[in-house]
């Protein structure tokens, strides 16, 4: 089975609208998706109602990316079969959503004092409905020529430290896990692999999310160097983790695309290992 625990639609800031998402999945031949967009489910209803009237078979798995602040670290915990029409679940996420828009506009100022004038406005109208995330405003950056692409508006302006940076007061790693827990889903650590941190620290960081109750974590993507899957798989063991791998999937590129290159290694527990997959032979 093909199966890709980590995906993002134009409900946050991805570029493929749900339903574009669900049928890119397909084309892929993916059996199980999960659609994982920043700090909100409101994409799941709407890819969900579009399968069902559909002949596509496909699982899709109901999940969230929450942002975290650790010491200093922005760092991802993705919540798997969470429920999205929990209450207190979306409750919870409003309150993350607020602190998104409250730093988009601190970023915005800051842009303003360097010249840079109506990059909220913009990016409000890129996100077209969905929270601005730094993305949307790296994007109003190109359009404006101010950037000449994406990873540049992160090098000079929004990256940690650069121009505009805005440190987020997000959610702690606990918190994030006690969220997906009571929303009834796996809480997952998002792309180890991509924290400009240490290895010392690196491990530091999984000791304490497994300590805090955290599930699993991603130990491959399609690019990574074998020596760092090693090092990641050595580390989840270490912790005693489950083994989860996505393709953080953005928009189609050369370097992403859904479902590609994601296999686990046959000796890891995959997250998935007591959920109830069918596969697309049986009819899902
Ligand atoms: P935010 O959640 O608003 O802080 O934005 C984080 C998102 O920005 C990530 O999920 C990526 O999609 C994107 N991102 C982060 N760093 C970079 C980078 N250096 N270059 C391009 N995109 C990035
Ligand atoms: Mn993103
Ligand atoms: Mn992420
Ligand atoms: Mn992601």
Known sequence: MKIDLHSHSTCSDGALTPIELVQ?????????????????VSGINIAREYLENSNIKLNLIAGVELSTSWHGFDIHIVGLQVDKDCDIFLQRLESQLAERDRRAARICEKLAKCGH????????????????????IARALVQKSICTHAQQAFSKYLGKGKKAHVTPKWISI???????????G???????G???????WLRRLVAEFAESGGDAMEITHPNMAADKKKLLQGIMSDNA?????????HFPSRFTELGRRLDLPQTVTPVWHNWNLATSEEGL
């Open 24 to 40: 890119r999945a397909q084309q892929m031949q993916v059996d199980v998706l999960a659609l994982t967009d920043h700090d909100t």
């Open 174 to 184: 606990q918190d994030a896990i006690e969220w997906i827990h009571d929303a009834g």
């Open 194 to 200: 991509h924290y400009d941190m240490t290895t010392k």
């Open 117 to 136: 004038l109506g990059i909220y406005e913009l990016a409000l109208e890129i996100a077209d409905g969905a929270q601005i995330s730094r993305n949307h």
């Open 186 to 192: 796996q809480a997952v650590l998002a792309h180890p």
């Open 241 to 249: 983790l489950l083994a989860s791998a996505g393709s953080d999937f």
